[in-house]
C-alpha cells in the first residue's frame, strides 16, 4: 500500500518536510507521492489540514 494524494490538496506545502524518505514534491496543480518511495508511514495525512494524502492499495 501507498498514499496517494487527492484533488483536495491546496498546495500548503506542510506535508513535504514531514516525510521520512521526501516522497513528496511539488506538482503542477497539487503535491505528490512518488508510490515507489513511499513507505505508508502516514505522516503526511496526519499533518495535512484538508485530510488530501489517502491510503491506496
Ligand atoms: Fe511520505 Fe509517509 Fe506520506 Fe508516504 S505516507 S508520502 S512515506 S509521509
Ligand atoms: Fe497538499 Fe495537504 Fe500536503 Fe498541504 S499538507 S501540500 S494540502 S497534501
Redesign the pocket.
Known sequence: MTYE?TD?????????DECPVEA?S?GED??EIDPELCTDCGS?AD???????VPVE
Do not use: D, F, N
Open positions: 494524494i483536495e490538496c491546496i498546495s500548503c506545502g506542510v506535508c513535504i513528496i511539488e497539487k503535491y503526511c499533518v495535512c489540514p484538508v485530510e488530501a494524502p
